[in-house]
């Protein structure tokens, strides 16, 4: 069975590996200014070309194959190439056993900065899904996902109800097979997690104080919760709970929470580790941290709430990576919200 290049496919979440500087998930190296012979990832999926040496100038059709972790035979096909200059920037995607769609090619650029993007939109127009560019040199690959990604939605300053802080950050120092593993420090003293595994894939179970817990981020903060007896080879001694929250931790107000979202592309991939509210939240703090003068109250008041936070103008401008966030952040938490 063939899949589209719109098909949220796999079940389990799949990303892009980060470098050891921390620059998760940004894939500037990646850029592409023709659709030809160019490779694209979701977060779940990579596609990359299809018989390549059949992509000439005057070809009529551009084919795609692909496949996440676990699943092979996505394919795709381009029809009714959309020009620019001799470059292919956009068609019809054609799959079977899905409705057809559309590919644009979207640069985005400022600030001697230019990245590039694939958008793909139903035949209304409407943006239904975003791919990031994969790199030349990442030769085809879409590897487990690493530790780093689920460090990433972990990231940051914390504190818990007894005001004890807790810092989740890469470590700076990993490299090879140890690149973007995860800090916590806790009231000054430093330990490395470990993350679980499930099916292969990553997930945001470490041990803790003697047991199993999962890091779930939460509009309030991260909330730390017990976990049950479902994960793979994970088992925590009797007596602990098998549900609700171990400890809840909430963001320091000194510092932005989400300030990733200004200095990296992010992925769909990713976004899946937030609700709806939380992403409405992150996708706000891009404009907050500029100074954009809200006048939805809620928000008002939760930024105005921080120490950072100075409101100047309803007129502010973002950087090319922040408005491929902002963009992107906005479908995901479209899509989460029909979906509850």
């Known amino acids: 069975m063939k899949k589209s290049l719109n098909t949220l496919a796999a079940p ?59 699943e092979g035979g996505y394919q795709a096909t381009l ?86 802080s807790y810092e989740f950050a890469l470590d700076p120092s990993a490299t090879g ?16 997690l470990e993350f679980a595994e499930e099916y292969d894939f990553t997930i945001p179970v470490f041990r803790m104080d003697g047991i199993y817990v999962e890091g779930r981020p939460v509009a309030g903060g991260l909330e730390l919760r017990y976990i049950g007896d479902n994960l793979d080879e994970i088992r925590n001694p009797e007596g602990v709970p098998r549900e609700g929250v171990y400890r809840m931790l909430t963001p320091l107000r000194d510092r932005p929470r989400f300030a990733f979202t200004g200095e990296q592309i992010l992925n769909m991939g990713f976004l899946e580790h937030y609700d709806p509210e939380t992403l409405r939240i992150m996708r706000n703090e891009i404009m907050a941290r500029h100074g954009y003068r809200f006048s ?40 989460k919200k029909q979906d509850d």
């Open 177 to 192: 097979q140890d690149e973007g593993r995860c800090l916590l420090r806790i009231a000054g003293k430093e330990e490395r």
């Open 296 to 335: 939805s109250r809620d928000l008002a008041d939760y930024f105005g709430g921080t120490e950072w936070y100075k409101p100047s103008s309803q007129e502010v401008s973002l950087s090319p990576v922040e408005q491929i966030n902002v963009t992107m952040i906005k479908l995901v938490e479209d899509r």
């Open 12 to 70: 389990a979440v799949i990303l892009l590996g980060l470098a050891a500087s921390g620059q998760a998930l940004s894939l500037e190296e990646g850029f592409y200014d023709d659709l030809r012979n160019s490779r694209w990832c979701d977060g779940f999926v990579i596609y990359y070309p299809e018989h390549p040496e059949k992509h000439t100038a005057d070809a009529k059709a551009i084919s795609f194959q692909g496949g996440s972790m676990h």
């Open 79 to 164: 029809t009714n190439l959309k020009k620019d200059q001799g470059r292919i920037v956009g068609g019809t995607v054609k799959v079977e056993y899905s409705d057809d769609r559309k590919a644009e090619l979207v640069i985005v650029s400022g600030k001697g900065e230019k990245h590039s993007m694939l958008h793909i939109r139903d035949m209304k127009g409407k943006l239904v899904r975003m791919y990031n560019p994969v790199p030349p040199s990442a030769n085809g690959w879409l590897g487990a996902a690493d530790s780093s990604n689920v460090c990433l939605a972990l990231q940051g300053h914390y504190k818990d109800s007894q005001g004890v």
